[in-house]
T-cell receptor, first 110, second 112 residues
Framework: SQQGEEDPQALSIQEGENATMNCSYK?????LQWYRQNSGRGLVHLIL?????REKHSGRLRVTLDTSKKSSSLLITASRAADTASYFC??????????FGTGTRLQVTL | GAGVSQSPSNKVTEKGKDVELRCDPI?????LYWYRQRLGQGLEFLIY????????KSGLPSDRFSAERTGESVSTLTIQRTQQEDSAVYLC??????????FGPGTRLTVT
């Protein structure tokens, strides 16, 4: 079963704009990760935020985590056409498996 | 270095036939995971290996699905008597910790 739910399911923006995606989850976590997927194939790890962290940055990516609300957000600043992809949040609980959300499809147009 | 590889990249099979999907993890990665992704959907966890043992098989959808791992390296996911609902991309990932997982390119399975 899916742990996380991403919101929105789909997002279309113009190049240069910021994109914000949200993820909600149900159970307590050890960490939360965001992944990117191009063309329905392999996923690429973007960023990990631990349960005791509230915000993390990596290049144009900013992730926040609110464990009281069981939610996370991914912000991509100054988007580029190459950012077009599906983005998934994934949680790690007490076991070692990742539980993925349903994903947000981001379309960045020129 | 080499990443996770999977073979075949695409597989078309007739309903009722058995298929084997292979995953070669990154050398030294003790943990290996299989996921299934149906078209337009998120990833479903299937099974997790730590070394050669599978402490979590909870995601295998039926007894038609099985997986093994030998020598702490290659893993094979076998689907017996395939059904049309088995059509999906099957993704393999490996890792050294509970954290970042490295994914292969996936095998797209189509059952006709």
């Amino acid at each position: 079963s899916q742990q996380g739910e991403e919101d929105p399911q789909a997002l279309s923006i113009q190049e240069g704009e910021n994109a914000t995606m949200n993820c909600s989850y149900k159970t307590s976590i050890n960490n939360l990760q965001w992944y990117r997927q191009n063309s329905g194939r392999g996923l690429v790890h973007l960023i990990l935020i631990r349960s005791n962290e509230r915000e993390k940055h990596s290049g144009r990516l900013r992730v926040t985590l609110d464990t009281s609300k069981k939610s996370s957000s991914l912000l991509i600043t100054a988007s580029r056409a190459a950012d077009t992809a599906s983005y998934f949040c994934a949680t790690v609980g007490t076991a070692s498996k990742l539980t993925f959300g349903t994903g947000t499809r981001l379309q960045v147009t020129l | 270095g080499a990443g996770v590889s999977q073979s075949p990249s695409n597989k078309v099979t007739e309903k009722g036939k058995d298929v084997e999907l292979r995953c070669d993890p990154i050398s030294g990665h003790t943990a290996l995971y299989w996921y299934r992704q149906r078209l337009g959907q998120g990833l479903e966890f299937l099974i997790y290996f730590q070394g050669n043992s599978a402490p979590d098989k909870s995601g295998l959808p039926s007894d038609r699905f099985s997986a093994e791992r030998t020598g702490e390296s290659v893993s094979t996911l076998t689907i017996q008597r395939t059904q049309q609902e088995d059509s999906a991309v099957y993704l393999c990932a490996s890792s050294t910790t509970r954290y970042e997982q490295y994914f292969g390119p996936g095998t797209r399975l189509t059952v006709t």
